[in-house]
């Protein structure tokens, strides 16, 4: 079969066409995919006195996007310590935002305060597969709204890979799935000669050992069907002031539920933290129902206003642990119960007497907080 001049020049014209459009569309979206890596800003309040890297207490992450920004709230007085763990988990934006809000409101008078907004750094380089989640989520403030990386569970297998058929948790000799390896939350207390997410567990384990760090606290989500939600999860050594700060919690109207950290499951914070090191290590739960596995569409929305029906259903049903109606369980209510949780467990240390003290400021309530969390998030003028 024979092409005519006319028709080979067309042909030509269409696949040049197709080419130009294909092109346009690699460069769009590798755009979009480099952009993941470039961290959102994050303007340091009054009682930010110094910033520090993760990789000043473990060189062996140095250069590596396991390294991530520590900001450090010193009190004119000295005193007990706090290190408040944000972005375990990047899917779970309520760790995020809180340690942000500290990060830009928090003034410490007394000990100091220790702020890591993204714990994993590489799992905010990227979203988890076969979610079809959001990279990205806006929240409205005063000045404009400000946006924020939405990642993944795990390290960025960009980082580390391939995953094995079985982790093996070294410390304990605990087998658990093989995608675990990239979950940090399974990696405590870390190796400085293992894969990349336990040398990352291990920066944090040493700068707790080096600075003393007296109370841990290590926020997260987690789905509305889940069991341990809306919930405070300690060490046995943290028990006392953990019950301390959950009957605080409860007379400011916040119900929370106290649970003991399994001694049967291993590399979770407040397991091998309180295990392997002199902290108090707790961990707090918020619901979040673009976590689950009955919601909807996961969007942007889902994500800020916690609003699904397929919950407001699956609730009418008795299927979940926390109430759930029209008003979901939006962003702000999450953040608000994080941040109060913090301000309790450090009024909780101060009241058991120990000898020495951290006093945290002008950190907004609760109820302030639960209205609108964007009022605390203004970017400088």
């Known amino acids: ?42 303007y340091p309040g009054p009682g930010v006195t110094r910033t520090a890297m993760l990789s000043d207490y473990f060189e062996g992450i140095k250069g590596t ?35 942000v809000l500290l990060i830009e409101n928090a003034v410490v008078e007394e000990g100091t305060l220790y702020v890591i907004p993204h714990t994993n750094n590489s799992g905010f380089t990227c979203t988890d597969p076969q979610e ?14 400000r946006t924020f990386r939405y990642g993944s569970r795990s390290t960025n297998p960009v980082h580390q890979w391939p995953d094995p058929e079985l982790y093996l948790h070294v410390s304990s000799g605990q087998s658990l799935s093989g995608a675990e390896t990239r979950n940090i939350n399974r990696t405590y207390p870390g190796r400085p000669n293992g894969n990349f997410t336990e040398k990352v567990s291990y920066a944090v384990t040493t700068l707790i050992r080096q600075e003393g760090i007296d109370v841990t606290i290590d926020l997260h989500e987690a789905a509305p069907e889940y069991p341990t939600i809306n919930a405070l999860v300690a060490h046995e050594n943290a028990m006392p002031l953990a019950s ?14 106290l649970e003991p950290s399994p001694q049967n499951l ?15 290590a707790t961990l707090m739960e918020t619901a979040n129902p673009a976590q ?19 919950y407001q259903m699956a609730a009418k049903y008795g299927n979940l642990y926390v109430p759930f109606d029209e008003r979901g369980h939006p962003i702000s209510g ?7 949780g913090i301000m309790q467990l450090a009024q909780a240390y101060n009241d058991l007497d120990l000898g020495k003290r951290i006093v945290i400021t002008n950190v907004p309530t609760y109820e302030e907080m639960n209205q609108d969390i964007g009022r605390y998030l203004a970017t400088p003028h």
């Open 244 to 257: 301390m700060a959950m009957f605080n919690l409860a007379m400011e109207g916040m119900e929370i539920s």
């Open 1 to 42: 079969m024979k092409f005519q001049p006319d028709q080979l020049k067309g042909n030509r014209i269409t696949a040049i066409a197709v080419c130009t459009v294909a092109l346009l569309c690699l460069v769009v979206l590798a755009r979009e995919f480099l952009s993941m890596r470039k961290a959102e800003p994050i």
């Open 334 to 340: 999450r953040v608000s119960r994080h941040v109060t």
């Open 65 to 99: 996007a396991g390294d991530t920004e520590i900001y450090i709230l010193e009190g004119k007085k000295p005193g007990a310590s706090i290190l408040v763990l944000g972005g375990t988990h990047a899917n779970e934006p309520s760790g995020l935002l809180s340690a």
């Open 132 to 145: 079809a989640a959001p990279m990205r989520f806006t929240i409205d403030t005063p000045t404009g709204p």
């Open 266 to 280: 291993h590399g979770l914070t407040h397991r091998e933290l309180g295990d392997h090191t002199n902290t108090w």
């Open 292 to 310: 689950g596995r009955l919601r909807g569409k996961t969007d942007e929305r889902l994500v800020v206003t916690g609003q699904d029906k397929f």
